[in-house]
């Protein structure tokens, strides 16, 4: 008696089949690689920039509160407070008009400037913060206590910075309308309102940049290059410390 082995296999056919499944289903495996990639990385940006944008307000506004505090232990030079002019080697509050960022200088008594530096021993004295954004997008601070400054923020498209002046001596602080450093004159600033513009670039996103406008207090910034993630911050903080008899 004869027995006989058949041997079973895969046609052309049917290989071709498989790898064309194969290549479906390996090409659907990247793309949604690459979409939650870019998801990621997107809410990974929205939450770094709600955080720093957040964190930085917080730092200026913290020390916009002190501004104006005098202690009976300083032999002041002048009243602390928000400064126009030069004062202690530190430049003034400046606007940068339509195409510039702003610069904020402002003082108080304390034992420390915005960069941790105090006098050794500590005791307290004249502080000078002045905050500006330089050619590189990095929001920074340096006090007139340190010979340094430090970064708070980076990539920040735009700083802009409102004085509320109070236009009538009644003893009752009131911000009669917001003006530029070039505007404030005369006048008792008794709040500030600080606008940021971040700018995070997400080089993996696709899809091409449409034009935004945004409106940081009294400037406008249209841009329309580079994809890239924007959020805006503003905060509205009102001086303590003042002279009474001009409010």
């Known amino acids: 008696m004869r027995t006989s082995n058949h041997m079973a296999g895969f046609s052309l056919v049917e290989l071709m089949v498989a790898m064309l499944l194969g290549l479906l289903i390996t090409a659907a495996a990247v793309s ?12 990974q940006a929205m939450s770094e920039s709600q955080e720093q944008g957040q964190l930085a307000l917080r730092f200026i506004a913290q020390d916009l509160q002190l501004t104006g505090y005098m202690d009976d232990q300083v032999a002041a030079t002048d009243f602390p407070g928000v400064h126009l002019a030069t004062f202690l ?15 904020l200088t402002i003082s108080h008594h304390g034992l420390t ?63 009669a309308r917001y003006v530029t450093a070039d ?44 994809r890239s993630l924007r959020r805006q911050f503003q905060s509205t ?10 409010v």
């Open 183 to 226: 505007n404030v004159a005369g006048d008792q600033v008794v709040a500030v309102k600080v606008a940021l513009l971040l700018e995070k670039p997400l080089p993996s996103m696709e899809g091409a940049q449409e034009e935004q406008t945004f409106y940081l207090l009294d400037h406008e910034e249209t841009v329309n290059e580079g």
């Open 32 to 43: 949604l690689f690459s979409t939650n990639q870019r998801t990621f990385a997107l809410q």
């Open 237 to 246: 903080v009102a001086i303590r410390n003042y002279r009474w008899d001009e």
């Open 113 to 175: 400037d915005c960069t941790g530096t105090g006098l050794t021993p500590a005791a307290m004295t004249e502080v000078v913060n002045t905050y500006w954004v330089d050619d590189d997008g990095n929001l920074k601070c340096r006090g007139n206590l340190s010979s340094d400054d430090v970064i708070l923020l980076q990539d920040v498209r735009g700083f802009q910075v409102l004085y509320g002046v109070d236009q009538l001596v009644d003893a009752v602080p009131f911000a």
């Open 89 to 103: 080697g530190m430049p003034p509050s400046s606007d940068g008009g339509n195409e510039g960022n702003d610069r």
